[in-house]
Nanobody, 123 residues
Framework: QVQLVESGGGLVQPGDSLRLSCAAS????????FGWFRQAPGKTRERIAC???????HYAEFVKGRFTTSRDDALNTVYLQMNDLKPEDTAVYYC?????????????????WGQGIQVTVSS
């Protein structure tokens, strides 16, 4: 069973940066793909970014150039670096994992989810 724990969220001002971490536990995690999602109040969950097991990434258009995801398989940790944050980035952010790590990560139906972490961007 894969367990995911997000950290690094909080309250920041517009234009600030944050780095979210997703600590994963389980077996053979280097085979997994990981995704980042978010859900704002009253809105549906949306995929932000993902990374497969050869570190190929995919980003939603609305975060391209601002957000970057990476993975450190030695630490079993995935990161989401968020720059130039905007109030509309306010949401609960989730990390997810899927065992079909070599597939295009944007096409995966992720099977494991973290509990989520709040990111609030406000002046």
């Amino acid at each position: 069973q894969v367990q995911l724990v997000e950290s690094g969220g909080g309250l920041v001002q517009p234009g600030d940066s944050l780095r979210l971490s997703c600590a994963a536990s389980g077996s053979n995690l280097d085979y997994y793909a990981f995704g980042w999602f978010r859900q704002a109040p009253g809105k549906t969950r949306e995929r932000i970014a993902c990374i497969n097991n050869v570190a190929r990434t995919h980003y939603a258009e609305f975060v391209k150039g601002r957000f970057t995801t990476s993975r450190d398989d030695a630490l079993n940790t995935v990161y989401l670096q968020m720059n130039d944050l905007k109030p509309e980035d306010t949401a609960v952010y989730y990390c997810a994992a899927d065992r079909y790590g070599s597939a295009p990560c944007a096409a995966l139906d992720y099977e494991h989810w973290g509990q989520g972490i709040q990111v609030t961007v406000s002046s």
